[in-house]
């Protein structure tokens, strides 16, 4: 079978033409009749393009302009999956994502990966030449002896998410048609849906599986996805400057984006008189979030929604109603999206924990992805581990997410098993920035630890063991590291704070107490 999703974009071309299907900051904007044409003939240059070997997955690299969809859609009418690649991360990541896919190609909507990578861009490269000239090109019929491309199916790869990795190295997300085209079923008819025509934000990079909920809400029924471009989101008052004319009615986005805007009162209905559904989703959403948004915009729905990359995105969501704000307990994540079991169990016998008793969240369905790329070994530690009993013969994914599932089917977040954060939206594995600073030459053993405030990470702090334990340890070798690691790692990741110690102490397996550790930064 194709993809449904594809389908449902596609008949928006036919249904409104003329409608804005996506649109940014910057004033650029594509129509759903200009988005069909624009995949259309880019889906049949790759089927011909001889530098695109059969099925091999394309990185896309871009920001938000309406090109990014547009070649997301030609990936995948043209039997490839895409791997979007975000303007956020630096040479070094850029750099293994596309050796790790091996061979693949790169779609560059800015032009701006030559100068990027230089002689180690060793994959064909196209870019924004390129692509307008495709585009253009494939308009016109082209002759009988031209392939016809042929979309993804059901069990073929459709995109490829890279997320943190523990040991500094990002890991590929494979995510299937059938998990897309679940993912747009649940959501089509959920209560997130109001009647269209409506202007969704899509406010998180593609390169985050939250910017798929708006992306599948809004391009399958004809609605608008607006975007911010890198320049409105370099202050609070250029992005609500656009926002301001947006019209968006849809908001998506992490909690701290929505607490980062709500510290300035100017965020309110009268600068979104339109703005009537929030839906929240990535990290733990706070009660006091919601009521201060729903002061600012009266009539506000706001919605939780919980979901990992490898389970494509969120799998549970409900409403945050008032009786929910009103008691005294953390805030639900929702109800299962119907079609995918959770389980709750104990991490480490995995027997079956009874409702209102907390446990591992394990997803089990056919919104589990397949995999991480290339990583056997990580497959099979987190794609494997669920026992083949509970897992009934389909695909299962063990989050690391402690939960509880009460009897009223709802479920809450309680915290992580492991060393993943979430810092300001962003997902990041500690010993990702750990190994990262452990390579670089002035470092002997390194800690990353998070620093909390009002009960949310506000930075990270580093712990350092230098590598010459007389050489100076002031600002300057701060400078130097923190340098050093923006070259490799995005810069959301890179700590805000050093200190220094000639030794760290260990725990009795010979690891370094990360316990005593986190004592010694409040000292
Ligand atoms: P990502 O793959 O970037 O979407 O991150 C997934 C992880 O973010 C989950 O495994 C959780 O640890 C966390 N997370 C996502 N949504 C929520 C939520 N609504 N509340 C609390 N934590 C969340």
């Known amino acids: 079978m194709s993809s449904s999703y594809i389908a449902a974009i ?4 036919q249904r409104v033409p003329d409608a ?3 649109c940014n900051s910057r004033g650029e904007s594509i129509t759903y009749a200009e988005l069909k044409r624009a995949s259309d003939a880019l889906a049949r240059w790759i089927a011909n393009s001889d530098a695109v070997a059969s099925g091999v997955p394309v990185v896309v690299y871009g920001h938000k302009s309406p090109l990014m969809p547009a070649c997301f859609l030609a990936c995948v009418k043209s039997g490839h999956a895409y791997v979007p690649i975000d303007v956020v991360y630096p040479r070094d990541r850029v750099a293994s994502i596309i050796d790790q896919l091996g061979e693949t190609v790169v779609l560059d909507t800015i032009g701006a990966i030559p100068q990027m990578l230089g002689d180690q861009l060793q994959r064909p490269w196209f870019g924004p030449d390129d692509l307008a000239a495709a585009i253009a090109d494939g308009a016109v019929e082209k002759g009988e002896s031209a392939a016809e491309p042929q979309p993804v199916r059901e069990n073929d790869l459709f995109y490829i998410l890279f997320t943190s990795g523990s040991t500094g190295t990002p890991k590929g ?11 747009m079923d649940w959501l089509a008819g959920s209560e997130i849906m109001a009647d269209a ?15 798929l909920t708006d992306m599948v809400c809004g391009l399958t029924r004809g609605d608008t ?6 320049e409105a989101e370099k202050s609070l008052a250029l992005a609500f400057e656009s926002l301001g004319t947006s019209g968006v009615t849809d908001w998506v986005s992490t909690p701290s984006f929505v607490d980062q805007c709500l510290a300035d009162e100017s965020f309110n209905a009268e600068l979104l008189p339109s703005l009537s559904h929030m839906v929240l989703a990535g990290e733990v959403l706070r009660p006091e979030t919601v009521r201060l948004a729903q002061q600012r915009f009266p009539g506000l729905r706001v919605f939780n929604g919980y979901g990992p990359t490898e389970s494509t995105d969120l799998v549970t969501l409900c409403e945050i109603l008032p009786e929910m704000l009103a008691c005294d307990r953390a805030l639900p994540i929702g109800y299962a999206k119907p079609g995918s079991r959770l389980l709750v169990l104990d991490p480490q016998t995995y027997e079956v924990k009874p409702d209102g008793e907390s446990g591992e969240l394990f997803v089990v369905g056919n919104t589990v992805a397949l995999g991480y790329w290339g990583r056997d070994d990580l497959t099979s530690a987190a794609f494997g581990a669920c026992p083949p009993e509970l897992a009934g013969g389909m695909r299962t994914y063990r989050t690391g997410d402690e939960v509880t599932r009460e009897p009223d089917g709802l479920y809450y977040y309680h ?68 340098r050093a690691l923006r070259e ?13 110690l000639d030794s760290f102490p260990l725990n009795p397996s010979g690891k370094a107490d990360r316990k005593a550790l986190a004592a010694a930064i409040d000292e």
């Open 10 to 13: 596609d008949a928006q071309a």
């Open 225 to 230: 996805l607006f975007a911010l471009e890198d």
């Open 415 to 482: 915290g992580r098993y492991d060393l993943q954060i979430k810092l300001h939206g962003y997902r990041i594995e500690l010993g990702d920035i750990e190994s990262t600073l452990c390579a670089l030459p002035e470092v002997h053993m390194a800690c990353v630890l998070p620093a909390w405030r009002d009960g949310a990470i506000s930075h990270l702090v580093a712990l350092i063991v230098p590598a010459d334990l007389q050489a100076p340890r002031g600002f300057a070798l701060t400078k130097q590291l923190k």
């Open 488 to 500: 490799r790692i995005p810069a959301y990741m890179v700590p805000r704070a050093f200190k220094y």
């Open 197 to 211: 025509p409506r202007v969704w934000f899509n406010r998180s990079p593609f390169t985050f599986d939250v910017s």
């Open 20 to 22: 804005v299907a996506f």
């Open 173 to 183: 997300v494979q995510i299937t048609t059938e998990c897309v085209d679940g993912f």
